[in-house]
């Protein structure tokens, strides 16, 4: 399956205007928004965990990342409210589930294989601190290939990225607008090598998960 697998063209998926639709395991339902492979593939998902939903045991061969957009996600390294930003690198392992019932950000197979960094974060005990006008950040994640990152942008800011080898944004509050749309929660936008990003911040600022650096290698499918 190919979804937004042209690397090399802007996407967007405004998320909460799509169906929900079912995963292998019952009580567990996604909305893709990019995907290079079948039931293993590079894939980045909004996942939807009925309460007292689960998925069975299994490695990360490819590692995941994920964000907790509602609810409660559990597994046996602990439970992780609203907020929480996990890394679980290639060879981690885990049990997922909700008994409250959960809704996630998720990428897989997205990792450098070797990276073994596991990362768990509270984004909303930390304070974002400001980089430049109207734009404040809470670091989450940087290696040499990505920069992983919370951002909050002030009501009607002006924000520009440009040089960047691929930039990655899914609106968690707020909204901003860019290329004549508005992106509202759960909004998602790619953009490749290149092309510069010319946002602005709706009237009530927005708070969004932002990747960077992260294309200039064009993605492929696992290779299992």
């Given amino acids: 399956m190919e979804l937004n697998a042209d690397f090399g063209q802007r996407a967007v998926v405004h998320s909460d205007q799509q169906p929900w639709i079912a995963s292998p395991m019952k009580g567990v339902d996604r909305r893709m928004l990019d995907r290079i492979g079948d039931e293993v593939a590079r894939a980045t998902t909004i996942v939807r965990y009925a309460p007292g939903s689960s998925f069975s045991a299994h490695t990360h061969t490819g590692g995941e990342e994920f964000l907790v957009l509602d609810g ?74 990505e920069r992983v990152r919370i951002e909050v942008w002030d009501a009607g800011a002006s924000v520009a990225e440009a040089g960047h080898e691929g930039f990655e944004a899914l609106v968690i509050e707020g909204s901003f607008s860019e290329g004549g749309e508005t992106f509202a929660k759960n909004s998602w936008l790619r953009l490749p090598p290149g092309t510069p990003l010319d946002a602005v911040a709706g009237a009530e600022g927005a708070r969004l998960w932002v990747k960077s650096g992260h294309l200039a290698v064009p993605p492929s499918a696992p290779s299992v």
């Fill in 72 to 145: 409660v996600f559990q597994d046996e390294h602990g439970d992780f409210p609203v907020g929480t930003y996990v890394r679980n690198p290639p060879t981690s392992s885990h049990t997922p589930g909700s008994e409250p019932g959960t809704t996630i950000f998720v990428k897989l197979w997205q990792f450098d294989m070797d990276d073994r960094h596991q990362v768990r974060i509270d984004t909303n005990a930390e304070t974002p601190q400001p980089v430049r006008d109207g734009v404040a950040e809470i670091p989450l994640f940087e290696d040499a290939r």
